[in-house]
């Protein structure tokens, strides 16, 4: 089983960035894949970012070139670096750890708000 605990979401103008970060229970390294998820209002969920275990790591189109995932094995802690926001970013962004193709651990979710 594994913990994710987000943090770093809150109310940001357009153009200006945030830090999301999702601190995980255990050695991220033994977790296939480390994902950032967002659902925006009356939308669906859908994923931003991704990075695996091997390091390689995964964007939605619409993030490509302003938003890096990142990790920090040490603290067992992965990172999404938003830039450039823009209000359709407003969400609730979530992290999921992918212990495998078919089990999955939710965090509970950090809100980010982006006025324009």
Known sequence: QVQLVES???LVQTGGSLKLSCAASRNILSIWRLVWYRQ???KQRELVASIFNSGSTNYADSVKGRFTISRDNAKNTVYLQMNSLKPEDTAVYYCKADVSGVLGYWGQ???VTVSS
């Open 40 to 42: 925006g209002p009356g």
């Open 8 to 10: 770093g979401g809150g």
């Open 109 to 111: 979710g950090t809100q």
